[in-house]
């Protein structure tokens, strides 16, 4: 079982940077995929970044070059490094864990933190 606890999200103003953090409690090993996801107020979920066990990452057209996903194993947590941030990117942000290899796959998911970007 692996529990993700989230921080570090608030107001900023466009053009500000926030950092996300989500620290593991539990044990993750062998295949899976770290991710972020956000879901903005009437809209659905949707990943922002994704890294996955052998080191590869992914990103939302819309984060791209301005958002940095990255992990410290030796602390057992993610990060999202946000930059340049826009009003647009608006929403609460969830960490998420899939775990793939050994079986069976399972999810977890943070509680959610929220960020604003406001002047």
């Known amino acids: 079982q692996v529990e993700l606890v989230e921080s570090g999200g608030g107001l900023v103003q466009p053009g500000g940077s926030l950092t996300l953090s989500c620290a593991a409690y539990?044990?993750?090993?062998?295949?899976?995929?770290l991710a972020w996801h956000r879901q903005a107020i009437g809209k659905q979920r949707e990943l922002v970044a994704d890294?996955?066990?052998?080191?590869?990452?992914n990103y939302a057209d819309s984060v791209k070059g301005r958002f940095t996903i990255s992990r410290d194993n030796a602390q057992n947590t993610m990060y999202l490094q946000m930059n340049a941030l826009k009003p647009e990117d608006t929403a609460v942000y969830y960490c998420?864990?899939?775990?793939?290899?050994?079986?069976?796959?399972?999810?977890?998911w943070g509680q959610g933190t929220q960020v604003t970007v406001t002047s």
């Open positions: 539990g044990n993750i090993f062998g295949v899976y995929v």
């Open positions: 890294l996955n066990s052998g080191g590869g990452t």
């Open positions: 998420h864990v899939r775990t793939i290899f050994p079986g069976p796959e399972n999810n977890y």
